[in-house]
């Protein structure tokens, strides 16, 4: 079971926290103010919640909006100190910078998951909720590649999570990059799982080559018949 540590920030901050008395900034994000209260006194009283429920679970942590693998070290390290149990703790890895150190990560995170979200939002400099959110950005599929090569053998370990999974035509090109683990709501399961069932791995490869070599979105659609 993986527990995702609270990723605070302006646009994100959950539903249970938001009569909270504190300005966010542009720096104001993720595990970047878990120093700070009243975040820290909730962070720890989840770690504390994590230690007791490791007696009856297999917990995993997640540390999202991880900028660098030094980042992850001290705020692994840190976490380590306050919990009891064997716990692995991963990686959340949602902006462009973070993703080009999955080399670095991989060393050192037990797991790895990629909030394409986030990383297509910092990718295009847009918010999230932007019409700008292009999936079909030839970028995106080319950083995505870049995440893979680095991985090396390990790409088949990294977990997608986000919207992009779900948008039409999309799940033949991750896996022809060579991703295998996606993170999904269970309403999208039965459409993911036919999917993967019915793509031919050699022809997703070529299909994914031939989309990071594309020059613009049209190109991205017309290869993969998205009118």
Same mark, same amino acid.
């Given at each position: 079971?993986?527990? *995702?540590?609270?990723?605070?920030?302006?646009?994100?901050?959950?539903?249970?926290?938001?009569?909270?008395?504190?300005?966010?900034?542009?720096?104001? *994000?993720?595990?970047?103010?878990?120093?700070?209260?009243?975040?820290?006194?909730?962070?720890?009283?989840?770690?504390?919640?994590?230690?007791? %429920?490791?007696?009856?679970? @297999?917990? $995993?942590?997640?540390i999202p909006y991880i900028d660098s693998a030094e980042e992850f070290v001290r705020l692994?390290?840190?976490? =380590?100190? =306050?919990?009891?149990?064997?716990?692995?703790?991963?990686?959340? &890895?949602?902006? &462009?910078?973070?993703?080009?150190?999955?080399?670095?990560?991989?060393?050192? /995170?037990?797991?790895?998951?990629?909030?394409?979200?986030?990383?297509? /939002?910092?990718?295009?400099? %847009?918010? +999230?909720?932007s019409e700008q959110m292009n999936a079909y950005e030839p970028a995106i599929y080319q950083?995505?590649?870049? #995440?893979?090569?680095?991985?090396?053998? +390990? *790409?088949?370990?990294?977990?997608?999570?986000?919207?992009?999974? $779900?948008?039409?035509? &999309? #799940?033949?090109?991750?896996?022809?990059?060579?991703? +295998?683990?996606?993170?999904?709501?269970?309403?999208?399961?039965?459409?993911?799982?036919? !999917?993967?069932?019915?793509?031919?791995?050699?022809?997703?490869?070529?299909?994914?080559?031939?989309? %990071?070599?594309? !020059? @613009?979105?049209?190109?991205?659609?017309?290869?993969?018949?998205?009118?």
């Amino acid at each position: 079971m993986i527990a *995702r540590l609270p990723d605070f920030s302006r646009e994100k901050l959950p539903n249970w926290c938001k009569s909270l008395d504190y300005s966010f900034d542009n720096d104001s *994000r993720g595990a970047r103010i878990y120093d700070q209260e009243p975040f820290k006194t909730l962070i720890d009283n989840i770690l504390e919640a994590a230690n007791q %429920c490791s007696e009856y679970y @297999d917990l $995993r942590l997640l540390i999202p909006y991880i900028d660098s693998a030094e980042e992850f070290v001290r705020l692994r390290d840190k976490f =380590k100190s =306050k919990l009891s149990g064997m716990f692995a703790i991963g990686a959340m &890895v949602e902006i &462009v910078n973070a993703a080009r150190q999955i080399d670095s990560l991989l060393k050192e /995170a037990d797991f790895i998951a990629l909030g394409t979200n986030d990383i297509i /939002a910092n990718l295009l400099n %847009c918010p +999230r909720d932007s019409e700008q959110m292009n999936a079909y950005e030839p970028a995106i599929y080319q950083l995505l590649q870049q #995440v893979a090569q680095l991985a090396g053998p +390990r *790409r088949h370990e990294i977990q997608l999570n986000g919207q992009l999974i $779900r948008m039409a035509a &999309v #799940v033949p090109v991750l896996i022809g990059l060579g991703y +295998r683990i996606f993170s999904v709501d269970p309403l999208v399961i039965p459409y993911l799982a036919e !999917t993967i069932k019915q793509t031919d791995t050699n022809e997703a490869a070529k299909l994914a080559q031939q989309i %990071c070599m594309a !020059t @613009d979105d049209k190109a991205v659609k017309k290869l993969i018949a998205i009118n």
